[in-house]
């Protein structure tokens, strides 16, 4: 059979990490006595030879030339080169949706009149039974709305407006009414009906409140949100995937999906436009179907695979609810456990039982304790060697919660790009010498749990680059606020918890990650090295090109 003939990549830097030692990797084959990430410039490879997806050599252009004379060479210039990179939790199925809606964001409205103004220009435009839908809105940045400003510009139509984090949103009077809830209604369990000091719902809804009524596959009661039609969310996930193309994306995992979600993001790779790697977290909700069906972690290929399954147990860092062991700021409140004890540990063995992994969504260290709790029993009763779980956000831990993640060699995937988006305000929301454990990615690194790159995105900024910058500058962007000092990380260590930490994340350690022969050739063309320059200017650095398996998605 005839060998087929490579394409030579060549770029003025190439960052292979072909040489990368860092607690984000800990597979035991590779494993060795370094305890932090090390970079020889003077070995990394000055061109890259690609066969189909897979890298399949790597040295000086004159090396390659010789080795595949009849070869066409890519030429990047004065680019650096960067293995793909790799966000281990955001929200695909969930984003295609907000994709068709209002966007909310501060960086879109600035202000609460802005924001109103416009839901008001779509009122007139909404037909009698449709929802007016907005999303990302940030209520520290932007300002407050609630119930009554949402009823002076839309008495009638259904709105809801829903948070930058996520765990909840605000719907006016119509939306109220549409969902049955009134004024007598009760909390349902794991969440709450919100009210105004005297005693009025002020359309609140938060945490299970909230998701209980988003969608009909999660719904829990007889009236719900209508969702969007599957031909329209096809069309979000695709322009989605093309957005983060742009920002130099090659992988993703999104973690939290249902079956129609798979549905949906299998017909966009139908339409050849699935320029992604997407690993999967199925909602534990949908676990009956899953065992029914024999599909498992790994079940898929290296375009679309899911990773595991994921459950909830505690609420959100930018929303306020997440489960802490001592009081907010405010002293009478210690957040949200949203899904009861007994039912997580249910969850837990079942899963592991059936040698598959599970990621749990906990944030506060009250809420990581319990997960570890789970983790731990089921480990001890039911030995699965080699079947690691994770601990999605993980954002609060001590010197205790870090042991025990060891130990167990869980994963933890916390938010990137916190300290960059929100800065200060995560001073006033936990204090300071909190944020000293939160997001504690150099923890994690000295002690050598596996650490991903994630943004959980829409909760936070989806470009990766914002995240390194974050990881590495821990500073507000809008405030210049530092929080959270100690947890800085080199750049170096950024990247790696960005791809290999990322790969590990999901069990791709083997094959994604480096831009080493063997591994897959994806990877991101960027306009200046971001391991040299000013960490601070990180996050401005122009994607030039995206590549996933040897082919072009992206072009600046």
């Not at 990430?37 to 090396?63: H, N």
């Not at 501060?106 to 037909?127: F, K, Q, W």
């Not at 040698?355 to 709790?373: E, K, M, P, S, T």
């Not at 609060?396 to 025990?404: A, F, P, Q």
Request: net charge negative.
């Amino acid at each position: 059979m005839e060998e087929r003939t490579p394409t030579i990549v060549r770029a003025n830097s190439i960052v292979s990490q072909a040489k990368t030692r860092s607690g984000a990797q800990r597979s035991l084959a590779a494993r060795d006595s370094a305890a932090s990430p090390t970079r020889d410039s003077a070995r990394e490879p000055e061109a890259l030879a690609v066969t189909g997806e897979i890298i399949t050599a790597s040295g000086t252009l004159a090396e390659l030339r010789d080795r595949f004379p009849g070869a066409e060479v890519l030429d990047f210039g004065d680019s650096t080169i960067i293995p793909g990179l790799n966000d281990a939790h955001i929200h695909l199925a969930l984003t295609a949706g907000d994709a068709l809606h209002l966007d909310l964001s501060h960086e879109a409205v600035r202000t609460v009149p802005a924001l109103l103004d416009t839901i008001a220009a779509e009122v007139g435009a909404t037909s009698a039974g449709e929802w007016i839908k907005g999303s990302r809105y940030d209520d520290e940045k932007t300002g407050i709305v609630l119930r009554d400003e949402l009823d002076r510009i839309a008495p009638e139509v259904p709105v809801l407006v829903n948070h930058v984090a996520g765990h909840w949103g605000v719907v006016n009077s119509a939306g109220l009414r549409w969902l049955g809830i009134d004024e007598g209604s009760p909390d349902p369990d794991g969440g709450r009906y919100d009210r105004y000091p005297d005693g009025r719902l002020n359309g609140k809804l938060i945490e299970r409140a909230l998701m209980n009524v988003l969608m009909p596959a999660t719904a829990r009661g007889d009236r719900f949100i209508p969702g969007d039609t599957a031909e329209d969310l096809q069309l979000g996930a695709a322009r989605t995937i093309a957005k983060w193309n742009a920002a130099g994306l090659t992988s993703v995992c999104d973690a939290l999906i249902s079956p129609q979600d798979i549905a949906i993001i299998s017909a966009v790779r139908g339409q050849d436009a699935l320029n992604l790697r997407i690993g999967m977290l199925l909602s534990i909700d949908h676990y009956d179907r899953a065992v029914d069906l024999g599909v498992g972690s790994g079940f898929g290929d290296d375009r679309l695979r899911l990773i595991g399954v994921k459950a909830f147990l505690d609420g959100a860092i930018g929303g306020r609810t997440c489960l802490l062991s001592e009081p907010f700021t405010d002293p009478a409140y210690q957040g949200v456990q949203t899904t009861s004890t007994e039912e997580l540990r249910a969850n837990v063995e079942r899963v592991h039982a059936d040698g598959n992994r599970i990621g749990v969504h906990a944030n506060g260290d009250a809420a990581i304790r319990l997960v570890l709790d789970a983790f731990e029993d089921v480990s001890r009763r039911i030995p699965r060697p080699g079947l690691r779980h994770r601990i999605e956000h993980c954002s609060l831990i001590d010197d205790d919660i870090l042991e025990r993640m060891h130990r167990l060699g869980a994963i933890a995937v916390p938010f990137a790009g916190y300290p960059g988006y929100h800065g200060g305000a995560l001073n006033s929301w936990y204090g300071e010498e909190r944020m000293q454990r939160m997001f504690a990615h150099r923890s994690f690194l000295d002690k050598d749990v596996t650490v991903a790159g994630s943004s959980d995105y829409p909760c936070g900024p989806y470009q990766p680059l914002f995240g390194l910058q974050s990881l590495v500058t821990r500073t507000g962007v809008d405030d210049g606020v530092t929080v959270g000092e100690s947890q800085r990380v080199s750049a170096a260590e950024a990247l790696s918890i960005f791809t290999l930490g990322s790969a590990e994340a999901s069990g791709e350690e083997s094959y994604k990650g480096r831009l080493a022969p063997g591994y897959l050739a994806d990877f991101t063309v960027l306009g200046d090295n971001p391991l040299t320059i000013d960490p601070h200017g990180i996050s401005d650095i122009d994607v030039r090109a995206t590549y996933v398996g040897g082919e072009q998605v992206y072009s600046g």
